[in-house]
């Protein structure tokens, strides 16, 4: 089962993100993993925001093996680059390296109209998200 939301490049994009992540998941199989997701997922939508300047769309999918996996896609194929670590006094740059640290995978995919990043964070119970949590914004 999938829930979707488009978002604009607009600067309340990562909150809206952040929101609707956590919304989908109350409730559910996944919801010790709200934070989490809301966090990965605010750190990816804000580098398509920054980065891209594309409307964003987000999907989360919840699969029958209990993982949780949010895909946020862009209309710029330009993937992105995981700043070094040892630029510990920049003040951004470190969302990828967040993303790495928690997330069970993630990667980037090119489509059609630009690119999907997309991260997995797995629930251990293998279940689906509620028919009605299903929208398109």
């Not at 993630?106 to 251990?124: D, I, M, N, Q």
């Amino acid at each position: 089962m999938e829930v979707t939301t488009r978002l604009p490049a607009h600067v309340a994009s990562p909150g809206l993100a952040r929101r609707f992540v956590t919304d989908a998941v109350q409730g559910g199989p996944c919801r010790e993993l709200a934070d989490d997701l809301a966090l990965l997922t605010s750190e990816v939508v804000t580098n398509a925001v920054l980065h891209a300047g594309t409307d964003i769309e987000v999907c989360i999918v919840l699969t029958d093996e209990g993982v949780v996996r949010v895909e946020v896609a862009d209309a710029d194929p330009t993937g992105p680059t995981a700043t070094n670590e040892q630029a510990v006094l920049a003040t951004g740059g470190r969302g990828l390296t967040i993303v790495g640290a928690l997330a069970r995978s993630w990667g980037v995919r090119v489509v059609p109209a630009g690119k999907s990043v997309w991260f997995e964070l797995a629930t251990g119970t293998p279940q689906r998200l509620s028919d009605k949590r299903r929208s398109r914004t």
